[in-house]
């Protein structure tokens, strides 16, 4: 159980395109989704985190109208790339939270992540 | 605000040898603490959490951690290598004060040598 899926695993654009990536929890109901991207030979870095049916909420430095992200159902969320450059090749990787189930911490399953290459 | 250091960028390690992986960790609250693995163009699979019962934390591929409040820690030790453990770690911390995200430490890249 707890598998997360992304879409695609690899993807190559060209300056200027957008990229849309899919993250879905495949076999539990996630009211929280997290975008981390993560440079070659680096951490983790939280982009934003995106709440079913509201606002995305974008960590500082984050450009917001460049990483469009919607949460549209408990099961998938989206992170658009708008207008990509080749400083935003990396490597993205969501994460889903379920839905509370009175424990005192609720895990985040993480997804595979997609490589993003803009040429 | 919480903060998570991971000693040693790189740890080499002989196959059959004790595996140690350091982390020390800022939190203003009680925190929960993890370990994961990160295979080379994969995600994130949980090796071990911490949330406050047991201070001696046991995991999946033989890994244990123990918190250590006094010392801010939750190093990471598997008694004897694989060369199926060559991967990257990173140590994460998560607590209520920070909306239960998680922060990661940098990561230390374990090379497992024959």
């Known amino acids: 159980g707890a598998v997360v899926s992304q879409h695609p695993s690899r993807v190559i654009c060209k300056s200027g395109t957008s990229v849309k990536i899919e993250c879905r929890s495949l076999?539990?109901?996630?009211?929280?989704m997290f975008w981390y991207r993560q440079f070659p030979k680096q951490s983790l870095m939280l982009m934003a985190t995106?709440?079913?049916?509201?606002?995305?909420?974008?960590e500082q430095g984050v450009e917001k109208d460049k990483f469009l992200i919607n949460h549209a159902s408990l099961t998938l969320s989206t992170l658009t790339v708008t207008s990509a450059h080749p400083e935003d090749s990396s490597f993205y990787i969501c994460?889903?939270?379920?839905?509370?189930?009175?424990?005192?911490?609720?895990?985040?399953?993480f997804g595979p992540g997609t490589r993003l290459t803009v040429l | 605000a919480q903060s998570v250091t991971q000693l040693g960028s790189h740890v080499s390690v002989s196959e059959g040898a004790l595996v140690l992986l350091r982390c020390n960790y800022s939190s203003s609250v009680p925190p929960y603490l993890f370990w994961y693995v990160q295979y080379p163009n994969q995600g994130l699979q949980l090796l071990l959490k911490?949330?406050?019962?047991?201070?001696l934390v046991k995991g999946i591929n033989g890994f244990e951690a123990e918190f250590k409040k006094s010392e801010t820690s939750f190093h990471l030790t598997k008694p004897s290598a694989h060369m199926s453990d060559a991967a990257e770690y990173f140590c994460?911390?998560?607590?209520?004060?920070?909306?239960?995200?998680?922060?990661f430490g940098g990561g230390t890249r374990v090379l497992v040598k024959p």
């Open positions: 994460a911390v998560s607590d209520k004060a920070a909306g239960n995200k998680l922060t």
């Open positions: 911490y949330t406050s019962a047991a201070t």
């Open positions: 995106s709440n079913e049916g509201s606002k995305a909420t974008y």
């Open positions: 994460s889903a939270r379920s839905l509370g189930s009175g424990r005192a911490y609720n895990e985040q399953f």
């Open positions: 076999d539990f109901q996630a009211t929280t």
